[in-house]
C-alpha cells in the first residue's frame, strides 16, 4: 500500500473512534419521544398522517346534557349519524364538530334543550332532528305500524274465532288410498307424527 | 381476458332471453324439446358467466389499470386477500356476481330436482332466466359494464375505500348477496307452481332447503355487517337502523315468517295464500333492498354503492310486482285451505299471530325506511327518520315476538287443554318471572332490558324443557343415557330441535341487545403517561394510561399509533392500540382521508373499546374516546348460534324427499279423514 495513503489500521483506528464518540450524540437525537409521566409530549415524525390537528376536550364535550342534544340532531355531512355520533366516529368530519360547537355556544348562552332544538330547525327545517316531531302528518309515521298490527291483531282474532266455531269442511277427496284405521289409531298416529315435528 | 368477459356478458345475454321464452312457452306448451333447450340455456348462462367472473378476476389480480373498474377499486399495494373481494366492491362488479351466483343456484336447483319435480322446471328456467337477463341488462345497458376500458391507463389504481379492507367486508357482503340471490330460487318455485296450477305440497318440499339456506345467508350476512360495523366504524355499536341495514332486514323477517307458516301447510293444509305471498314479498323485498342500496334515494352510510341504475331496478320492482301478484290473483281460486283452525290456543293461532309480528315489524320497519319520501310527497318537508325513531317503534314489538318464541312451542298443535296449558308453561313462566324479580331487586330499572332479559329466560327456559322431555321420553323407551338420548333427540328431529337451538341464539342476541342500555363513554386528551378512569356498569374502575404514539409504515398505509395501558381496579390487564391508517397507492400517494382503527378489548362481560380521535399540534398528545360496551360478544355468539341452528335444521337427511313429500301430504290428509271420519 503506498506510504502517503490512510492504512487500514489507521482508517480502522479513526473508525473506531468516532463510533466510540457519537453515541452520546445520538442518544441525544432521541430524546423528544418522551416516556410516561415524564415532561411535554414529543412531538410526532409526521403529523400530516395523523389526519387533521384536534383540540384537547372540554368539559363540555363530556356533558351528558350536550349529548342528549346532539343525538336528536342529524348531522348533515351525509353521514346519516346523529351530531354526537358522528363527531366521535368520523374524526375526519368536519361538519358534526361545528354543530357541536353551535349546541355548547346555544346552552352556554343559557338556552334549555327544546331551545336549542328549536334554533337548529328554525335554520335547517325539521330534517335536522332526528326522529320527525310528533305532530301533524308526522304522527301517521309513529302511530300507522302500531295501529295497523293492532287492527290486524283484533281482525286476525275475530277471524280465527269465527273459523275455529265454523262447523268443519268436509274431507277432501283423498289422492292416496284410504287408510283403514279406526278414529283412535289415526289420533295416536298423529300425536306420533305431531311428536316427530314432521 | 377482459375481451373475452365482455363477449361472455354478451353471450349470457343472449343465453338469458332464449332461456325465459324457452321456459316460458315450453312450460306451456309441453314441448319437451323447449323445456330441455330451457334448462340447458340456464347451464350454458352459468358457465358464460363464471368465465366472465373469471376474466374480472384475472384483470384485477394483473392490475390492468385501463379497466375503469379495477382502477377504481383496487391499486398495486392493496393485499391479495381484498385484491379478490374487489370484485364485488363497486357497483358493476356486484352485479356480475349476482348474475353469476343467480346463474349457479339455478343450474343446482335444475340438476338436484330434475326427476322430481319436473313439470315445474321449465318454468323455474324461465324466472331464473328472466331475473339474470336482468341484472346482465343493467350491465350492458345502464352503464355498469365491469369491463368497460378507460382512455388511458392510470400508473396505479385509487385503491379500495379503507373501511372496505376489514375482513367482515370479505364476507359480509357476499354472504347477504347469496341471502338475496338465493330467495329466487324459492320465487321461481313458487311462481312454476302458480303457473302450472300444481299447488300442492311438492312445491313447498322443492323448496324447503332454499328457503332455509337463504334464511341462513341473510342471517350469517346480518350479522358479518353488525360485527363489521362494530370493528371498523369506530361508533361503538353495530345496529344503527341505516335504510341499507333495513333492506337486509326486510327479507330475512318476512323469510322467517314464512318458515313458520309453511309448518302449518305442511301439517294442516291451510295458509296457502299466506305462504305464496310470503315467498313473493321477500324476493320483492330483496330487489327492493337491491334498490336502495343502489338509487342513493334515500341517504345512508352506504353511499359508496350509489348510482343511477337504481331506477332500473325500481323499474324492474315495479313490473316483476305487477306480474306476480296478476298471477297470485288468478291462482287465489286453487289455494283453499283443506282444512280449518280447530281452537284458538293452538299452535296454528299462535304461529299467525308470530307471522302477524314478523310481517308487522317488516312493515315498520319499510315504512320508517319510506317515511322521508312520503312526508316529502305529502307534506312536502323532508323528514329524517333515524335510530330514535325505528327503536320506539320496533322495541315494543320485538319484545312482543320474543315472547312468542317461547310461547309457541308450548301449545300443542289443533287444540289444548287447560291442564296441558298449565303443565307446559309452570317452569318457564317461574323462570321469567324470577328472572325478572332477581334484576328488580338487583336495581336494573331500564323496563325494555329487564323485559328482554325476563322474557329471554322465559324462552330459554322452554328450550330446555322441551330438550329434557325429548331426552327423558328417549331414556325412558329406549334406555339410551341422556347424553346420546339428546343427541338422537337433536339427530332424529333436526327441524324441530334445530329450531329450538335458533331460538336460543335468538334470546342470546336479545339479551346481548339489552346490554347496550348500559352502554358508558367519555373523551378523554391524555399526553403520555397521564391517564383516564370510567366506571363500567359492573362496578369495575378502569384505567387507561397513555403510554405513546408511534409512527411507521405498512403495506399500503402509513400508520399512526397510540398504546395505551388498561388496568381494572389498579390490576393491569394488558395493552390496547388504536390507529389512524393514512393509506396510499402504490407511489406513495394519499388515497383516502385517514381512517380510524378502534382497540378493543373483549371479554363476555364487556368490551373496551378505544378510539383514536386526532393528536393535539402534532405531538404525542392524544384525544381518545373510551366506551364500556356491556354483553357485546353475546351478539356474535348469538349469531353463531342462530346459524348452527339454522345448520342443524337444514342438515341433509332425516328421510327421502319422497318421504317427506308423503309425510307433508299425509299429515294433511290424516287431520281431513279423522274429521270427515
Redesign the interface.
Known sequence: MDSGGVTRRGFLAVATGLLTAYPPIRLSAQSPDSLPGTGPSGKLWDPSRAGRPFEPVRAADNDAAIQAIEKQIHCTCGCNLDVYTCRTTDFTCGTSPAMHRRVVALAEQGKSAQQILDAFVQQSGVAILMAPPKRGFNLAGYFVPSVLILAAGVVLTLVLHRWSRAPLPAAPATRGPQIPASPDELERLRRELDRLSV | MTVLGGLCLWLAFLLGVWGALAGFVGGRSGRRDLEQSARHAVFAMCAALWVAVAALEWALFHHDFNVEYVAAYTSRNLPIFYTWSALYAGQKGSLLFWASVLSLFGSLAMLLTARRHRALLPYVAGVVCTVATFFISVMLFAQANPFHRLAYTPLDGSGLNPQLQNPGMVFHPPMLYLGYISITIPFAFAMAALLSQRL?VDWLVAIRKWTLLSWLFLSVGICLGMWWAYVE?????YW?W??VENASLLPWLTMTAFLHSV?IQ??R?MLKKWNLALIIGSWLLSIFGTFITRSGVI???H?FTQSNVGYFFLFFLIAAATASFAVYARRLPLLTA???????VSRE?SF??NN??FV?IA??VL??TL??I??EL??G?????????FN??NIP?GLALLALTGIGPLI??RRASLPNLRRQFAVPVTVGGFAALVLLVGGMRDLYALMAIALGAFVAATVVQEFARGARARHRQYGEAYALALGRLLG??R??YGGYIVHTGMVVLFIAFAGMAFKT?????L????SAVLKSPYGWTYTF?????S?YDALNR???AATLEVARDGKRLGVLTTE?R?HVDGLGRPTF????EVGIRSDLREDLYV?L?????????A?F?FTINPLVWWVWYGGMIVALGGLIVMWPGGGSPAV?RA?????V?????????
Open positions: 300442492d366504524l369506530g361508533w361503538g355499536g344503527a341505516d335504510p309448518m305442511e301439517k293444509g341517504s345512508s352510510v353511499s283443506e282444512t280449518r283452525l280447530e281452537s284458538m293461532a299467525l299471530f302477524l309480528l308487522g312493515f315498520s315504512w320508517g317515511f322521508p312520503l312526508s305529502v307534506q318537508t323532508k323528514v329524517t327518520v333515524g335510530p330514535p325513531f320506539q317503534v314489538l300443542a298443535w332424529r328431529n327441524r324441530r363513554e367519555t373523551e378523554a386528551t399526553r403520555p403517561g397521564e394510561t397513555h403510554l405513546g404514539v409512527q402509513q400508520v399512526t389512524k393514512q382521508q385517514p381512517s380510524t378510539v380521535a386526532g393528536l393535539v399540534n402534532g405531538t404525542e398528545q384525544v374516546r317427506k309425510q307433508a301430504g299425509y299429515a290428509r290424516l287431520v281431513g279423514e279423522h274429521e270427515g271420519g
